[in-house]
């Protein structure tokens, strides 16, 4: 390993100390964090070599070898200092005022003791959204109405979707981020992850008897939602709140921070006692393994994953122990923590910052490098804030009963393509078997999945009789690409079909459904960018993009465009700097806005596109 001088080391820049308790060992963590917030802070631009800026909380990491366990005193002590934070994962998510809100929302729905019209009324209003009581009222005395019609449902099971239910009172309720004063992103971030915990449920449960179904999910949130998701579990990574990140040590992998604290550095706890987790072995026999030993975490094992913890910080690094009071178990200094004692290098004291050159606070510009799907790009072209609150927060659309029907016919026809690479050739008379084996619309409901086998039949069919001149021409049939753009931009996906025309013409060939349909200039886009894709994958420029529109039966080509191409490259680039700058801004549009599942949640999009009730 060489040294890059990409900081330069000061005394009291890594601190390694001892304190009688948690609580202290928080007090700490808190006291330190507050110091460094300003301290400028080498941050080279390629402008600007020598550009320092002053450290804001989300340059500051908090890592834990189990934040179940010991996240708690930290977590108190920032509240108390007014500081915020996110906790990465699903960890302690109902410790936050949004979250438990969430929750008490649902009790409510669920029909639980206690809960009632004020207890929710009280939840939301604790949790200090900037909510107009208003607002407030009228939107719970909505969710009382859809309470009472689970008691006699009359409408199909997607009626009744929690989903719906949640993102409907956060409209009501005039939920906005910009209405947050200064925690408008982490409180978005929570909410996004408990939106991402219904549909998870609702997945499972979408079948179930409305009333039953919500009083499952109360049964849910209070019982099992927390457990529910290992505590290495990942959310989406570019989600960027200018807040602290409370994390394990796992889901650090890959990331650096120019402040890291690793607290709790007790034995037994780092290292694991378990070393590798909780055992197995009980449920199966060691001796049945083949060297089963493999399968044990090793005390080596834990010294790498601390030096994964110390190596995820760019400069200031503070390692802390206290004894759990009450527990033998956790009295004694971690080995790795006294192990760092003999350099040199590491201070035994709190180090006083207050003599560091200060600036104002400006967060980082997030992610360095930015890897889009072909859908993140389609959702970023379309409107970024849409992005933001489906890619970066996680906000789920209620579950749509065709869900399931485009994709399906894509694998029937990627069957059809790669059995014809095979010099083998589907018929007509084949679509019925082809929808048979491909057809999967879990959440339809019986008319619907009727509607839907018929019309994937037919589409199949035409396809194949419209088609066979040209399946001998396929090239290449769901291929992946990976285009590396500049500026640690790259954009991954795959290809539909790529096909030769008889004029030695390369064609690729975007195949769309009605529910797949979205604006021509985004399928402009998207198609330039698999162009851009065959020319990585093979080095040679394709001739024409063309959509396939099956439900028409018409196909809309039109030549490779070297100006759209460049057009293209320019959009992701700016897709990506927005991301690193958090400029994800509404893109507000009449037509585009009224389709959006979001618009409720968007200010600028109501101003254009208003919902009718």
């Excluded at 859809?146 to 239910?165: H, M, V």
């Excluded at 929808?435 to 008319?447: D, G, N, Q, S, V």
Aim: one cysteine or more; hydrophobic letters at 40%; charged letters at 25%.
């Amino acid at each position: 390993m060489k040294p890059t001088a990409a900081q330069p080391f000061e005394p009291g820049d890594i601190c390694a100390i001892q304190f009688d308790d948690p609580a202290a060992e928080a007090n700490y963590v808190v006291k330190t964090a507050q110091a460094l917030h300003g301290v400028a802070f080498k941050d080279p631009t390629e402008d600007d070599p020598k550009h320092e800026r002053g450290l804001a909380w989300s340059d500051m990491a908090i890592l834990l070898r189990s934040v179940a366990r010991n996240a708690a005193p930290i977590t108190s002590a920032l509240d108390a200092a007014n500081i915020r934070y996110v906790i990465v994962g699903m960890n302690n998510l109902f410790d936050t005022h949004e979250a438990h809100a969430a929750r008490e929302l649902f009790y409510y729905m669920a029909g639980r003791t206690g809960s009632d019209p004020t207890t929710v009324f009280d939840a939301w209003s604790n949790a200090n959204l900037g909510l107009a009581p208003t607002d407030l009222e009228s939107a719970i005395a909505n969710v009382t109405k859809s309470r009472a019609a689970l008691e006699n449902p009359t409408e199909r099971f997607g009626f009744y979707s929690i989903q719906r239910t949640f993102t409907t009172f956060l409209e009501q309720a005039g939920i906005r981020e910009e209405r947050i004063l200064g925690r408008g992103e982490i409180v978005f971030y929570n909410l996004g992850k408990f939106s991402q915990l219904i549909s998870d449920f609702e997945t499972i449960h979408y079948h179930s008897k409305p009333k039953e179904k919500y009083e499952s999910f109360g049964n849910f949130l209070e019982f099992h939602a927390e457990n529910a998701y290992p505590e290495g579990w990942q959310n989406n990574q570019y989600a960027n709140p200018d807040a602290i990140r409370i994390m394990t040590v796992h889901q650090a992998k890959g990331m650096q921070w120019p402040v890291v604290f690793v607290p709790a550095l007790v034995k037994n706890r780092f290292p694991s006692k378990a070393q590798g987790g909780r055992s197995v072995w009980h449920i199966l026999s060691a001796a049945a393994i083949p060297k089963q030993t493999r399968y044990r975490g090793t005390i080596e094992d834990e010294r790498r994953l601390f030096y994964v913890a110390v190596t995820r910080s760019q400069k200031f690094l503070h390692l802390t122990y206290a004894p759990v009071p009450g527990n033998q178990l956790f009295q004694s200094p971690s080995e790795f923590l006294t192990d760092v004692y003999v350099s040199k290098y590491v201070k035994r004291k709190e180090a006083d910052y207050s003599a560091r050159k200060r600036l104002p606070p400006t967060p980082r510009k997030g992610v360095a490098n930015v890897v889009f799907s072909f859908s993140d790009v389609k959702y970023f072209f379309e409107c970024p804030y849409q992005f933001k609150l489906r890619i970066l927060y996680g906000f789920n659309a209620p579950i749509h009963e065709a869900l399931g029907y485009g994709r399906s016919l894509h694998n029937a026809l990627a069957e059809v393509h790669a059995r014809a690479l095979d010099a083998d050739y589907a018929t007509p008379d084949e679509a019925a078997s082809l929808t048979e084996r491909h057809l999967h619309t879990p959440y339809a409901y019986e008319k619907l999945r009727e509607k839907l086998e018929q019309a994937a039949a037919r589409v199949i069919s035409d396809y194949i009789k419209d088609n066979q001149a040209d399946l001998k021409n396929i090239e290449f049939s769901e291929k992946k690409i990976d285009i590396a753009l500049d500026d640690g931009v790259s954009v991954v996906g795959r290809i539909d079909l790529v096909r030769r025309k008889d004029t030695g013409q390369t064609t690729i060939v975007d195949l769309k459904s009605n529910d797949r349909a979205q604006p021509e200039q985004i399928t402009e886009a998207q198609l330039h960018i698999y162009a851009l894709g065959y020319q990585e994958l093979t080095g040679k420029n394709a001739d024409l993009v063309e959509i396939y529109e099956l439900d028409e039966r018409r196909r809309n080509a039109r030549a490779v465009d070297e100006d759209f191409i460049k057009d293209v490259k320019a959009k992701v680039a700016t897709a990506a700097k927005a991301l690193r700058a958090g400029t994800l801004n509404a893109d507000p549009q009449p037509k585009k806005c009224a389709a959006c599942d979001y618009l409720g949640m968007c200010s600028a999009g109501q101003k254009v596109a208003p919902i009718k009730v």
